[in-house]
């Protein structure tokens, strides 16, 4: 029994070294897996936390982009209404000038009416004032015949006048 108290011993021994092999070897190789897999996640963070920052750089870029997008379409719209009024306001010109060209057409040829009018009143009133001096001059004439004839009456009546004298 001796033999086998001393195999089981040496049996145990050798069970203990191989446990102790083998677990050292198995710490040896979790701590081997666990460094590489520590390493592994720290380069993983670092690209995480990498693409984490990019992204909020993209996430303010579009904003930005966002809110330039939405200013640029609300001065589209300011604009789209400023030039909706202008050309309204241009059709209004165009047709108010059409309607004083129309005006300066009718006022021109009233005007061409009146001048042509004007120049037979002038030359109405030339000869009026032709026919009122030849009747002023032919009136101061049979006035002087008039003195005359009264002078005479006067002179042959011996001082009686005429009524018409």
């Known amino acids: 029994m001796a033999f086998m108290i001393r195999d089981v011993n040496i ?3 050798l069970l203990i070294i191989v446990s102790i092999i083998l677990f050292s070897g198995f710490s040896v190789y979790y701590h081997t897996t666990f460094s590489e897999i520590s390493l592994e ?3 993983k963070l670092d690209q995480l936390t990498k693409v984490s ?3 909020v750089m993209q996430k303010q870029q579009l904003n930005e982009t966002h809110s330039l997008k939405v200013k640029a379409e609300e001065d589209r719209k300011v604009l789209d209404s400023r030039y909706k ?3 309204d306001e241009n059709e209004g010109l165009k047709a108010d000038n059409t309607n004083l060209k129309s005006e300066i057409s009718a ?3 009233s005007l ?5 009018e004007l120049t037979a009143t002038k030359n ?3 000869s009026t004032k032709t026919s009122l001096s030849a009747a002023n001059s032919q009136v101061s004439r049979l006035k002087g015949d008039l003195d ?4 005479a009456y006067t002179t042959l009546n011996a001082g009686v006048e005429h009524d018409e004298c």
């Open 11 to 13: 049996g145990l021994l």
């Open 85 to 87: 009024d202008v050309n």
């Open 112 to 116: 061409a009416e009146k001048s042509s």
């Open 148 to 151: 005359e004839v009264c002078d």
């Open 107 to 109: 006022t021109k040829s």
């Open 124 to 126: 109405l009133l030339d």
């Open 41 to 43: 996640y720290k380069t």
């Open 53 to 55: 920052s990019e992204l």
